[in-house]
């Protein structure tokens, strides 16, 4: 490769020649301002870059850390004092690093299809499945080296399975005081009803006791007292949240009690300011928040729940819609990196039977399972979109 230097008075002026002599598609290697002018530095023959002959070199980091130097010093030169930089021309340096950005990741795809075709494939299934490919690589990377492919697919299957933290039966055994919140829509009353009929299947109707705070849904106070009715338990509705405290004080004797909560849009601007309420309303009384959830709901959209829902300070969380879901990628990936533990699965309209407690290997189990019967085809401009900027550090 050869390179040759620009000298002008600023970057704009430097830029015009190198496209006049060189065309759109030349290749900046770096950028220097010295004392009233702007030196660039641009690679001749950009196409003879190659990737080095062995893998060693790779893992070493040598081909790797020059294009990522390349890609620095192209993608953010600094305008030189006094001087402000021009819109085109941040838009010419923005394609510029886009291009050298998919450049680095091809070439790094490439090598890691040669030395480790076994890692393409696990990455290939854990696609397939729909989990973040963030978190794909970071599992991969616990690999030890030199295991088989079997092994290394039982490994990571494994250590997703860790990383899913749940509660038990800890709630049906032994009570307690949960507030359901979440988005509309996502089956936080019928939630609620599979656990009541379960609690009353194991321990009768004298110590459970049912509340609505839903204010927003046409319906919701007497959907629960319907469900009440149908359980012979008591059922309670509080137009005002703040009421909240003082009726709990009048059911002291009772160890189980589920609160249903208004849905809320995890992307509505009201959600920290209604938390904040939730949470003050909820505390001092000794009840816990659990977020729900439903598992047929897209990545994204329960990546952003789990996010927005923080404001709650969740203790757990109640998953539904188990048997509508496509792919449960996006739930694990979200279990796995926020560490909020799982309690409860719900699938199916019967009550109470289409309701279990959490366990993370079935739930994994079933990823695999999803994956494999829908056939999901994952092309390699997926992969390399991916992996290719983090390929060279997975085994």
Known sequence: MKIKTYTARDMKAALRQVREEQGPDAVI?????????????????????????????????????DFAGVLARAAAPQAAPGMTMDPGLGSELRSMRQ???AQVAQLAWNDLARR?????????????????????????????????????????????TRRIRTTGDALLDHGGKVAFVGPT????????AKLAARWVMRHGTRDIALISLDNARFGAHEQLRVLGRLLGVECYSLEDPS????????????????IDTAGICPRDRQLDKDATALISTTRCSGVDLWLTLSASAQAGVIADAVQAFRACEPRALLLTKLDEAASLGGILS????????????????????DLAPARAH????????????????????????????VANGIR
């Open 116 to 160: 480790a075709p076994a890692t393409v494939e696990l990455l290939k299934e854990f696609t397939a499945m729909g989990v973040a490919g963030d978190l794909t690589a970071e599992l991969l990377r616990e690999l030890p080296t030199g295991i088989s492919p079997d092994d290394a697919h039982r490994r990571t299957l494994a250590a997703l």
């Open 29 to 65: 290697l770096s950028t220097r301002h010295l004392t009233g002018k702007v030196e660039v530095s641009v690679a001749l023959e950009p196409e003879e870059v190659a990737l080095p002959e062995t893998a060693d070199s790779w893992n070493a980091g040598t081909g790797m850390d």
């Open 243 to 258: 009421g909240l405290d003082g009726l709990l004080s009048r059911l002291p004797q009772h160890r189980l009690v589920l």
């Open 362 to 389: 079935q739930l994994v189990a079933r990823a695999v399972f999803l994956a494999r019967s829908c056939d999901t085809s994952v092309g390699e401009e997926l992969l390399v979109r991916r992996f290719g900027g």
């Open 99 to 101: 291009l050298l950005e």
């Open 334 to 353: 979200a279990l796995a990196v926020s560490g909020l533990p799982l309690a409860y699965v719900a699938g199916g309209s019967r009550i109470p039977e």
């Open 185 to 192: 829509g996502v089956g936080k009353t019928t939630g609620i």
